[in-house]
Structures are given as structure tokens and as C-alpha cells.
């Protein structure tokens, strides 16, 4: 029995979107790790049209996770603002600059991404640093709670 190949991309669509949430929503990520990988690999489109569909999926999944965290208290808004303005800026450069590079290009860009972020998650790179370089890698101790969280 073989299902309908639309029946299939709505099952497999909301599988991914179910996985994307889980991970935006215990990660604080995205879910583009997942997304764009399924999106291509999966559901059959290309890469550039694979990182559309996760940077809009990414607006309801991360206001979600947002709107938890401002519930919780775990939300500082000024320097979201700040940050806003410039990952606003870098993301309509960065998508025009996508747009240029070949679908292979951005592929192995996109690759060479996850790699990075797995050898980081890994610790791979406190191990080189010191290894290496003699140093121990920067840590940063868990911040107090202060009297308004919001701000």
C-alpha cells in the first residue's frame, strides 16, 4: 500500500514542524538544523527554497518559545531590541547573498555550518584550544537573577 504523495508531504510536513518545535522550544534554536535538511532531503525542494520555508517556520516556532520565556521571566528586553536591529539587517544581506550562490554552494555552506555547530556542541574545540594553545576555554557562570528580568 503506498500513500498519496500529498498525503505524504502533509504527514511528513507536520512530522518535521513537530521535531522543529521540539527543538526550538528545549534548544532555544530555530530548528533550521532540522528544517532545511528535511526540507531537502525529505520533502524533495531545494536548498534555497528549504531555507525560506525554515526562516518562516521560524517565526511562529520562535515567538512561541519567545512568548514561554517572557511568561517565565527568563527575557531581557533591551538587548533584544539591540540584537533585533542588527540580526534584521544581517538576515535581508545575508538571504540576498544566498540568493546569488549556486544550490551546491550554499549546500556546502550550509554543511560546513552544521559541522562547526557539532564539533562546538561536542566540545571538540575546549579540547583544541587546549590541546594546542595551552588555554582553557572562556566560561561564563550562570547570571544571577536580577530585580526586573524584563529589562
Known amino acids: 500500500m503506498t500513500l498519496d504523495p500529498e498525503l505524504s508531504v502533509f504527514l511528513f510536513s507536520l512530522a518535521i514542524g513537530f521535531s522543529v518545535g521540539l527543538l526550538s522550544g528545549t ?19 531545494g536548498q534555497h527554497i528549504g531555507q525560506g520555508i525554515s526562516l518562516v517556520v521560524m517565526i511562529p516556532t520562535t515567538l512561541a518559545g519567545a512568548f514561554t520565556h517572557y511568561r517565565m521571566k527568563n527575557l531581557k528586553l533591551k538587548p533584544v531590541f539591540l540584537i533585533a536591529i542588527g ?25 560546513l555550518w552544521v559541522l562547526y ?35
Open 27 to 45: 534548544m532555544g534554536v530555530g530548528g533550521g538544523i532540522i528544517m532545511v535538511p528535511a526540507a531537502v532531503l525529505i520533502l524533495g525542494y
Open 87 to 111: 540580526a534584521v539587517a544581517a538576515g535581508l544581506i545575508a538571504a540576498a547573498i544566498a540568493q546569488q550562490l549556486s544550490q551546491s554552494t550554499l549546500q556546502r555552506v550550509f554543511s
Open 117 to 151: 555547530s557539532a564539533i562546538r556542541a561536542w566540545g571538540v574545540n575546549d579540547w583544541i584550544m587546549r590541546r594546542f594553545f595551552g588555554k582553557e576555554p572562556i566560561r561564563h557562570e550562570e547570571e544571577l537573577p536580577e530585580e526586573d528580568p524584563l529589562t
